[in-house]
């Protein structure tokens, strides 16, 4: 168990549609990350909220977009969902103190858009 | 731009036999390495991490890996596995400057199995 938990755990949309996924991160930690996982690929970076403000993006398209809220937890949102967005998304929470800190996964969302 | 191959898909051992994970990476300096592990269904796991010194890391669950600049090289070992090593194995690098754990570029990991 890291403390980093995801919600819902799965989910099945409609192209087209909208999706929220939801993060709350460690106790303590001021800084989430969203990655995706297509199936039998490792995670690709898709950006970074610190302090409520997004701090780093990966090549994702803008329909992809986040939020941090003031105790830290974060939302991903998706809209216009394509077939190809069909993934696990993880986040990652951490604590910007030095370089030297560990970032704790979730257990991640499969979703599926058919 | 920042990347990491893990050259092998999947990897089978036996019960008992010693294991090694190739990772190489591509970077312009010397980055912030990382392995994890992901169990089906399941998050990642950090197994060990390197930023500088000491170019042998010790993890957890008996893993450790070596740093070799000159082969752009971050190899995962275990000198006897156990079936419950049985997962996949992702390798990872961070940019330095950045703090080291984040923006992180993974490899396509390496499935691995454990046969009695």
């Known amino acids: 168990e890291t403390g980093v938990t995801q919600s819902p755990t799965h989910l099945i949309k409609t192209r087209g549609q909208q999706v929220t996924l939801r993060c709350s991160s460690q106790s303590g930690h001021n800084t989430v990350s969203w990655y995706q996982q297509a199936l039998g690929q490792g995670p690709q970076f898709i950006f970074q909220?610190?302090?409520?403000?997004?701090?780093g993006r990966g090549n994702f398209p803008p329909r992809f977009s986040g939020l941090q809220f003031p105790n830290y937890s974060s939302e991903l949102n998706v809209n216009a969902l394509e077939l190809d967005d069909s993934a696990l998304y993880l986040c990652?929470?951490?604590?910007?103190?030095?370089?030297?800190?560990?970032?704790?996964f979730g257990q991640g969302t499969r979703l599926t858009v058919v | 731009a920042q990347s990491v191959t893990q050259p092998d898909i999947h990897i089978t051992v036996s019960e008992g036999a010693s294991l090694e994970l190739r990772c190489n990476y591509s970077y312009g300096a010397t980055p912030y390495l990382f392995w994890y592990v992901q169990s089906p269904g399941q998050g990642l796991q950090l197994l060990l991490k390197?930023?500088?010194?000491?170019?042998l890391v010790q993890g957890i669950k008996g893993f450790e890996a070596e740093f070799k600049r000159s082969q752009s090289s971050f190899n995962l070992r275990k000198p006897s596995v156990h079936w419950s090593d049985a997962a996949e194995y992702f390798c990872?690098?961070?940019?330095?400057?950045?703090?080291?754990?984040?923006?992180?570029?993974f490899g396509t990991g390496t499935r691995l199995t454990i046969i009695p």
């Open positions: 909220y610190y302090r409520e403000e997004e701090n």
């Open positions: 990652a929470s951490s604590l910007r103190v030095s370089a030297n800190t560990e970032a704790f």
């Open positions: 990872a690098v961070g940019e330095r400057g950045s703090f080291g754990n984040e923006k992180l570029t």
């Open positions: 390197y930023f500088s010194g000491d170019t």
